[in-house]
T-cell receptor, first 111, second 111 residues
Framework: EADIYQTPRYLVIGTGKKITLECSQT?????MYWYQQDPGMELHLIHY???????EKGDLSSESTVSRIRTEHFPLTLESARPSHTSQYLC??????????FGPGTRLTVL | SQKIEQNSEALNIQEGKTATLTCNYT??????LQWYRQDPGRGPVFLLL?????KEKRKERLKVTFDTTLKQSLFHITASQPADSATYLC??????????FGAGTRLFVKA
């Protein structure tokens, strides 16, 4: 099993709250990614990073932001959560080849 | 833009049989193609990667083929077991260490 962690695993919050989803990996990978996945649907890339102080928006428009101050840490923040943000959020890292290592995911529900 | 097509209908097979899943893509041929396994509520787990100059790749009971003329990959699980029941995702290299994922095909193996 890959050493990539996400917290919390489940989160239920009210509309308008600010939240941060945590992602950490202990493998020293430079490349990290955030995906959004709805049930039975494909993963959509929302943010990625190629290393410290490098962040880019992905293919899916997202109201979230990310930061990469340390190699091992890639948190995702929603400034004001809305019901449309309800989804599963998956973090992944890549050692430089094609293979991606995924965390267990955070299931977010916004009421 | 590149699109991935995987059979959205679940595949039901008997234990011991070979399961064959299909992945078709629509545009440019990627440098490599991957297959992942995803269990409910979990992140995907990498299984196999095949490069554009490779026709076939094997790993234990798994076999992947890659036909760049047909723009298709086939994923085979031989001697299938109930523990193989999961959703299998096809993923393509999308440039710049990014990957796009299909929605997956759900496999049920009956004992």
């Amino acid at each position: 099993e890959a050493d990539i962690y996400q917290t919390p695993r489940y989160l239920v919050i009210g509309t308008g709250k600010k939240i941060t989803l945590e992602c950490s990996q202990t493998m020293g990978h430079d490349k990290m990614y955030w995906y959004q996945q709805d049930p039975g649907m494909e993963l959509h890339l929302i943010h990625y990073s190629y290393g410290v102080n490098s962040t880019e928006k992905g293919d899916l428009s997202s109201e979230s932001t990310v930061s990469r101050i340390r190699t091992e840490h890639f948190p995702l923040t929603l400034e004001s959560a809305r019901p449309s943000h309800t989804s599963q959020y998956l973090c992944a890292s890549n050692p430089g080849g094609g293979e991606q290592f995924f965390g267990p995911g955070t299931r977010l529900t916004v009421l | 833009s590149q699109k991935i097509e995987q059979n959205s209908e679940a595949l039901n097979i008997q234990e011991g049989k070979t399961a064959t899943l299909t992945c078709n893509y629509t545009n440019y041929s990627p440098a490599y193609l991957q297959w992942y396994r995803q269990d409910p509520g979990r992140g995907p787990v990498f299984l196999l990667l095949i490069r554009e100059n490779e026709k076939e790749k094997r790993k234990e009971r798994l076999k992947v083929t890659f036909d760049t003329t047909l723009k298709q990959s086939l994923f085979h699980i031989t001697a299938s077991q109930p523990a193989d029941s999961a959703t299998y995702l096809c993923a393509l290299e999308a440039g710049g260490f990014k990957t796009i994922f299909g929605a997956g095909t759900r496999l049920f193996v009956k004992a």
